[in-house]
DNA sequence: CGTTTCCTTGGACAATTGTCAAAATTAATT
DNA sequence: AATTAATTTTGACAATTGTCCAAGGAAACG
């Protein structure tokens, strides 16, 4: 009788528990739908111009509606940079792992920068005004050093297997190439977003160049 | 007699230039000085958290000089970007000028940098914060571009002056080592205001091990 | 079906913002 | 010394901001 009030019991709190999980994931996906909208936002004006109304007005939601979901401003900014980085820290997976050859990787590589630098520009310019928040706001830097890290990896990700298609082996550490990378890509994403025609072939030159000599 | 008067005229001109150049000076040196009061505060907050009131308020200045001296708050931002060029872009150029071997070179210009990262931390971080504003803001633009360029010419004669005390010539472009090097520095000065005390040591021994290799 | 919980709306609120202008003060000129 | 010009102060202004809340509606549940 006991053990059947017990088993009654937790059979009730696992049904109770997996109601919990299915509310906090319909939670979490409003949140995220959330965070989808404020992005597109927050990538056309950038952090220091986007105001929460703002980019209510921009959106098929309510001001309420981000009160609701999001503690406060920082708490939102904080859930769309956490998503930003799921979808484009395995941007270029893909290239690395079906391509057969040094020359093929390097192409796919440089190709895909390319498409980057072209159609999303607007989300990395957001990305490095954020990087850039984080030099000032706490709440942002354990979140984008977290980025940046899974950005350096997934750049060494790319270097070592071109290496390794060459029976190679890099020549700086990962930190150190996701430094050149990531300085590059910024310089050539501003002068793309100055009108510069260059910026994009120029990238990828300096590409086709760097990478053969470092791995 | 005519002649006489037209003397006369292009001296009273003359006066009135000179009054009126001395005028402008006055007027710049003022703007200078609100313009170096005003980065104090954009150092400790950054652009986003920056009102004008609030330079004001943090300066010995009433917030009405502000606009008296500046068209906008835009035309104020500008003032202090430009001015901070002139203090940033000569930075290590004693070094350079001064080291009469490699390895003296190697030691001046990574401690400089070290001194760097401790020290200017905040205006360094402002620094990244307003270019990052410059990938929205067109009037940002150009001067944070002409600044880009100067800091590259500044380390290219760092490294130059490195190659040829060693009878070398570097293996990369300026625009790929300020592009390195620029990343370094952003990433460490990261590590350094999220309080890692391994963050100057390890950019000083990545800096001691890399340039070496390149130039 | 009724009730309770969850979600959304839209407005109210105080605080802050950039901008401007009319006085007050100071410096320059005659 | 008197007048003119330049500089500074101070307060007002409308607009915008983040935050909060009360009311209504939708959905889940017994």
Redesign the pocket.
Known sequence: MATGMVRQMSAKQRVADV?EA??EE??NA?RIELAEAALATLGELGYA???????A?KS?????????????????ICCCVRHYKAKCVTRYDDVSATARSRDELLEGFSAKLAETLRDDASMHRLWYDLRSQALFEDAFRGDVLEIDQSLENMVWRIASRYAELGGKTPVVSPGVLYALFDGLFQRYLLKHLADDPRAIPDLVAEVRRLLPSIC
Not at 60 to 76: I, N, P, Q, R
Request: glycine share 4%; hydrophobic share 40%; aromatic share 20%.
């Open positions: 109601v299915l509310r319909k939670f409003r111009r986007t105001s929460l109304r703002e980019i007005q098929e939601f309510t001001h309420g509606v981000f009160h609701y979901y999001f503690a406060d401003k920082l708490d939102l």
